[in-house]
């Protein structure tokens, strides 16, 4: 084997000087785009004969073979397996077991799976593409060596890509978590939300043109129900941070149902209506008839938490109302109602400005929804679910990789997915047991339910749990 990949390199090597040679030194770009081309190719050259040397090798290997029951079948049946640098062309032999099975032994010994055309570092690459510009845009990357449907199977057949929380070193006294939702088109004429929450630990303002979050981690809960997308959320932000010296954690959002559920599980929360959204509802109500005039007033009674005098002002305007704009004042004294003290705590606290906003329109809709796109329900879950694993810092690997999937194993992860992700469940069966010392008294939250509106009904167990942990902290005199 060292002899002919030897020679290999050598004819590598003598390629190379040739090319600077004809091509010169004086065009930079264009030499080192030929040589580029010539290693590429060398080198499968060098792998080709390396597998080569291996399969004769296992030929040569009869009395080993023997034992193990192994005879040829056929010789030096081709095979094209594309990789990062470009078709690796190699010919192995096909061996019979006495049982009556097949192997292509070499393909198993370097690793190569039965039906897998790509190889998988090049999968990873063109996925990692695919989390920030189309399909064929990453198709393109490759050098025209996949199609941009590949890239899509590819995406769909991955496996699912997750942030693992490391405790963070330093724990400050207020936590800001921002929640939203993007909107997104599906196929057949459907439509979808994609819940995000973004956990930071404020906002760096010293750059007065641009502020920006500190410490940001990235969550979405396609595809997840309510219920265990709210546990997973608040079993990482407890497994990042010791929640014993968190005094309080401020949630900006828009008064959503699944967004107040997380209030629930978060010790000391303070809901902070968000500031893009508050603007939205004032201005819907300062354009009815009449009611301009009454905007500084309205505004007053808000900061000075006079919920009485809001009232009366919006009576007023509403002597002013046809049908139609009554109804519409009737909604807009309703959202009001239901988040004034969010709203109270927007106008009068002292809070970083709003970026819920911002934050999907980058993380999300930049991908998802900006364009006239429209998804599949599993496409758009395994898009949202890689955008933000890209957001958080990570990088798909081969291991994230599968060839295909077979109909059950799409089920499978259709099914995992909706029960919220494994490893943050772990993390908070964890925090149960480090909170109650391994014992479970679970009688005591049978009768429990879900405060009446919130989305998922009966409180499971992690849930009931992990909202008496956040009652009780800090939790010195728990045993």
Not at 458 to 474: E, Q, S
Request: a positive charge; one cysteine or more.
């Amino acid at each position: 084997m060292k002899d002919i990949i030897t020679q290999t390199a050598c004819g590598l090597v003598e390629e190379i000087l040739k090319t600077i040679e004809k091509v010169g030194l004086s065009d930079l770009a264009k030499i080192v785009e030929k040589l580029s081309s010539v290693v590429k190719s060398g080198t499968l050259e060098i792998v080709s004969a390396a597998i080569g040397e291996i399969d004769n090798a296992v030929l040569a290997a009869k009395k080993e073979r023997k034992l193990d029951g192994l005879t040829v079948k056929e010789r030096n049946v081709p095979r094209v397996f594309t990789t990062a640098l470009g078709e690796l062309r190699f010919k192995r032999t096909y061996f019979s077991f006495k049982d009556g099975r097949n192997i292509y032994l070499v393909d198993h010994l370097i690793g190569i799976e039965p039906n897998e055309r790509l190889s998988k570092e090049l999968c990873a690459e063109l996925v990692q593409y695919a989390a920030s510009m189309s399909m064929q845009k990453s198709a393109n990357v490759a050098g025209g060596l996949v199609s941009r449907q590949t890239v899509n199977n590819k995406l769909l057949s991955m496996k699912a890509p997750v942030t693992a929380m490391e405790r963070a070193k330093h724990t400050p006294s207020e936590l800001h978590v921002f929640a939203d939702e993007d909107h997104v088109h599906l196929r057949p004429r459907k439509s979808a939300f994609v819940p995000l929450v973004t956990v930071t630990e404020g906002m760096d303002t010293s750059d007065p043109k641009r502020h920006k979050t500190i410490n940001p981690v990235h969550f979405q809960g396609f595809g997840m129900d309510n219920g265990a997308f709210i546990e997973n959320v608040t079993a990482a932000i407890y497994e990042r941070y010791d929640m014993d010296k968190v005094k309080n954690v401020y949630i900006h959002a828009d008064g959503g149902n699944w967004i107040t559920n997380l209030g629930t599980l978060m010790p000391n929360a303070v809901f902070v209506m968000d500031g893009f959204h508050l603007e939205k509802y004032f201005k819907k109500l300062f354009m009815l008839k009449g009611a301009s005039s009454y905007a500084g007033v309205i505004k007053k009674a808000v900061r000075e938490n006079d919920f009485d005098s809001f009232v009366r002002f919006c009576a007023s305007i509403g002597e002013k109302q046809d049908e139609k704009g009554e109804k519409a004042l009737s909604e807009l004294v309703n959202y009001f109602q239901n988040n004034w003290d969010s709203i109270v705590e927007r106008l009068t606290g002292d809070h970083p400005g709003s970026c819920t906003e911002p934050l999907v329109s980058h993380l999300l809709s930049e991908r998802l929804s900006r364009n006239p796109l429209a998804w599949t329900r599993e496409g758009l879950g395994k898009m949202a679910m890689l955008r933000i694993f890209t957001e958080n810092g990570g990088k798909v690997t081969p291991d994230h990789i599968r060839v295909s999937r077979s109909r059950k194993e799409r089920t499978k992860d259709h099914n995992a997915l909706k029960n919220g992700l494994e490893i943050y469940s772990k993390y908070a069966e964890k925090q149960i047991n480090e909170a109650f010392g391994g014992y479970h008294d679970w009688s005591v939250f049978e009768n429990e339910h879900a405060p009446a509106g919130l989305s998922y009904g009966k409180l499971t167990g992690t849930t009931a749990i992990l909202k008496a942990y956040a009652k009780l902290m800090p939790l010195d005199s728990v045993v």
